[in-house]
């Protein structure tokens, strides 16, 4: 049969091409997203080079989905009512056979709310993201460093990724109780903890302490204490869980202080609590700081004991009494969270204009709501509201100009840079901190100059140049 033969299902025939075309972009773009799926899926990320395939495929037919738009507007435009992009379909007509409320209505019961449907345009925007979203997990390296994976998936939630990708990160990661399903945990926090060699021939995984140690830190310190001193196999079991739970308490830490500065990504602060947040920020990052700077400490050593060095020269001397870069980067962050809070309270403390009263609950409510889960846990020690008030009660404007931790954050910066030249992202992110810190130290002392005599004077913060550390802003009315 010839083309010739085929009769056209338009009654315009010059409709036909245009028509086919709209329908063939659909369809190829529900058979690449099908496969883009189904190679994602593969076990230990085999079939994430083909998934960026269909995905780059996908894309290209969401174009010519956008482009098939005007075509079909072409030929209804005139009996369609209402604004074309907020329909859901690029017609402006009601879809045939789809039912918009089918799923609500079968679903199980759940209290009464609003679906609102994607128009046509803000679907294929939906798709777009996810698809970029999806190829920046399939473009992952699947690097076996525990830190660089970390950092990985913290980069990656900044895109604000929707369910559907963040679980398909979650898929790839940990597959058969590995590691992209090939690499055993254990082994992972071996590399991650710089664990010594010994670790491989000792069976200390099955250990009852080594089971215990996220939950039970003192029961694993008393039991231990108890058989440090039995043999020397037990005194070598004893070195690994030190080493090991150094390495836990740094990543307990680490985790806190991801869980506070997400509160601030999820706007969940009021002004008048970021003088409580930052000091239980300072607190977490003084902890975070000490247990990295002693895990490279150890790390360094269980190194150097590898290499067999006989006499350390006067330069290795000297180079292992700097600060190490990693631990000056957490004092800067340090150097700000301490700046804000102590600037936050001398506010509170001397206008009272500036943090009033809550009509519906007390600053020591508010902090129990904010940090339960940390203070429960005990991260860190000793950490309260009690301890709160008074490290905040008595800030002052003038004890505020007795020290600028600005200045001290904005040099940290300044001189760390260097050794992050090869690092583009933390080198982005001391340019910020560096920036914060530049115009809070000038705020800072227009507010102990002025604060107290100046009744006009309005202090607002605002992230404009970072996500978690506020810049201050200092103006007359």
């Known amino acids: 049969m010839s083309c010739a033969d085929l009769e056209p299902l338009q009654s315009n025939p010059n409709l036909e091409e245009g028509f086919c075309k709209a329908l063939l972009c659909r369809l190829r773009f529900r058979k690449h ?6 190679c994602m899926k593969r076990p230990q990320g085999r079939g994430l080079e083909s998934a960026r395939k269909h995905i780059a495929s996908c894309l290209t037919e969401l174009e010519s989905i956008l482009k098939s738009a005007d075509f079909l507007r072409s030929c209804f435009d005139e009996s369609c009512e209402g604004d074309i992009d907020d329909k859901t379909t690029a017609s402006g007509f009601e879809p045939i056979g789809f039912d918009a409320m089918l ?3 079968l679903s199980a019961p759940t209290p009464p709310r609003a679906i609102k449907i994607l128009s046509w345009k803000k679907a294929v925007e939906y798709f777009v993201k ?3 979203d999806l190829d920046v997990i399939c473009s992952y390296s699947l690097d076996p460093h525990l830190e660089s994976l970390l950092r990985f998936v913290v980069q990656f939630q900044k895109s604000q990724p929707d369910l559907v990708a963040r679980s398909h990160l979650q898929l790839l990661l940990v597959q058969d109780g590995k590691l992209y399903g090939r690499d055993p945990f254990f082994a992972v926090i071996n590399k991650a903890a710089a664990l010594p060699e010994a670790t491989k021939n000792q069976d200390i995984q099955k250990n009852e302490s080594f089971l215990q140690l996220g939950m039970l830190e003192l029961a694993f310190r008393n039991e231990c204490g108890e058989v440090s001193s039995s043999s020397n196999d037990e005194n070598t079991c004893m070195k690994i869980f030190q080493h090991i739970l150094l390495w836990v308490e740094e990543q307990t830490f680490w985790i806190a202080f991801r869980f506070l500065i997400l509160g601030f990504e999820l706007e969940l602060y009021s002004t008048g609590e970021y003088c409580m947040v930052y000091w239980y920020l300072y607190a977490v990052l003084i902890k975070l700081a000490e247990k990295t700077h002693l895990m490279m400490a150890v790390s360094h050593d269980t190194a150097k004991r590898k290499g067999k060095k006989k006499k350390d020269s006067p330069k290795d001397l000297a180079r292992e009494s700097r600060i190490p870069p990693a631990v000056l980067f957490l004092q800067c962050y340090i150097c700000l969270a301490e700046g804000l809070t102590m ?7 001397e206008i009272p204009v500036f943090h009033g009263p809550s009509p519906f609950n007390t600053e020591h409510e508010k902090f129990v709501q904010h940090f339960e889960l940390l203070q429960r846990a005990c991260i860190p020690d000793h950490v309260s509201y009690l301890s709160y008030k008074e490290s905040t009660t008595h800030a002052r404007f003038s004890t505020l ?3 600028n931790y600005f200045k001290d954050a904005q040099r940290i910066a300044k001189e760390v840079k260097s050794s992050f030249s090869n690092d583009p992202e933390r080198l982005a992110e001391l340019r910020k901190l560096e920036q914060v810190a530049e115009h809070n130290s000038v705020a800072q002392n227009v507010i102990c100059r002025l604060g107290a005599l100046d009744p006009s004077l309005k202090v607002s913060f605002e992230f404009s140049h970072h ?3 506020a810049t201050v802003v200092v103006k007359r009315s």
């Open 33 to 38: 997203f099908f496969h883009v799926l189904s």
């Open 103 to 105: 799923n609500s209505r």
């Open 130 to 132: 996810l698809l970029h």
């Open 343 to 349: 600037m936050l309270a001398a506010l509170r403390n």
């Open 401 to 403: 100009a007795m020290y």
């Open 467 to 469: 996500p978690f550390f």
